[in-house]
């Protein structure tokens, strides 16, 4: 597949949240249960590092930056979530995405990207290992899902432009 990568716009709200709940759905994407209001989702995520992979006018992923603090010294730290539609998944959309989100960070100062991802998500792990993050650390029993405990690894990239590589 070669989709078109765009900046995410809040029209397409509909379609980003559809995706999400297909993440939700899993049980393996996240510790949320449902997917927030537009105004919730659009203030805890970056403006400049939304983008969204189409074909033929159907979303296919979308991929984002969040703040990990409010505090000036964390400005150039951020957290990765990336999603793609279940009827496309494994077919490069992920890493697209992935691609130009990368590229917008370092565009934009970020000197660290980070993501929380459960350890049993071996295809998110690897997606994000091909874009060089690697493993820093595991979270053992971060939270429990569905009356699980489950363990989040995180893992980092550092930017090779911006600050310390």
């Known amino acids: 597949m070669n989709p078109t990568i765009r900046s995410m716009h809040p029209e397409d709200w509909d379609e980003v949240r559809r995706i999400y709940l297909e993440g939700i759905a899993t049980g393996n994407a996240t510790f949320q249960t449902e997917a927030p209001s537009w105004e919730h989702w659009d203030a805890s995520h970056i403006a400049t590092c939304r983008f969204v992979a189409e074909q033929e006018g159907l979303m296919l992923g979308w991929a984002v930056l969040g703040a990990i603090s409010s505090r000036p010294v964390y400005r150039g730290v951020a957290e990765v979530s990336v999603y793609v539609a279940e009827q496309v998944r494994g077919k490069g959309i992920g890493r697209a995405l992935m691609g130009t989100l990368v ?28 874009v060089g993050f690697r493993e820093v650390g595991r979270r053992e029993k971060m939270g429990q899902l569905a009356g699980r405990w489950r363990d989040v690894l995180l893992l980092e990239r550092r930017s090779l432009v911006n600050g310390q590589a």
Request: net charge negative.
């Open 103 to 130: 590229q917008e960070a370092e565009r934009e100062g970020f000197w660290t990207l980070q993501a929380g991802i459960f350890s049993e998500n071996s295809s998110s792990v690897a997606l994000h290992r091909s």
